[in-house]
C-alpha cells in the first residue's frame, strides 16, 4: 500500500509567513524515506484539496495528515475534519486520516520548552 504524510498549515496570503513552513517541508523531505508533501487549509497553495487530488491520482492508497498546530481549535475540531470527509467522499481511492497537531505531541511540548528555557538563560527543567 502506497502511503504519504501531508504536513498541513494554516496558510497565509503573505510568502513570508509560509517560508518557514517551506524550509521545514525541505529540510524533512532530503532526511526522511517517506512521500512527504505540504499543504494548507487556506490561502494558500498548495491547498489540502489539490494534494489529496494530486495523491489520489498518483495511485497513493493511504494519506496521514499532520497539523502543523499548537492546539486542536475550531479549525482542527471543525473545518479541517469536514474538509476531510469531503476529500474523503470525492477520492474513495484513499484513505485519509487527521493525526492530532503536533503540538500535543510529548517531543514537540519538550523542544519548545528547551528553547523557551534556552532563551531565558535557565537549565532546562527535568
Do not use: C, N
Request: glycine share 6%; no cysteine.
Amino acid at each position: 500500500m502506497s502511503y504519504s504524510l501531508i504536513l498541513l498549515a494554516h496558510g497565509s496570503s503573505d510568502p513570508a509567513w509560509r517560508a518557514p513552513f517551506e524550509r521545514l517541508h525541505e529540510i524533512l523531505a532530503t532526511r526522511m524515506q517517506v512521500s512527504l508533501r505540504l499543504a494548507y487549509m487556506e490561502l494558500s497553495e498548495p491547498s489540502l484539496e489539490s494534494t489529496v487530488a494530486d495523491l489520489a491520482s498518483a495511485g497513493v492508497q493511504r494519506a496521514e495528515i499532520l497539523p502543523l498546530f499548537f492546539a486542536a481549535g475550531r479549525h482542527l475540531r471543525k473545518d479541517v475534519p469536514a474538509q476531510v470527509g469531503a476529500l474523503a467522499a470525492t477520492h474513495t481511492g484513499i484513505e485519509l486520516t487527521l493525526l492530532p497537531p503536533v503540538g500535543e505531541h510529548p517531543a514537540f511540548i519538550d523542544a519548545l520548552a528547551a528553547v523557551i528555557a534556552e532563551q531565558a538563560g535557565e537549565p532546562l527543567p527535568t
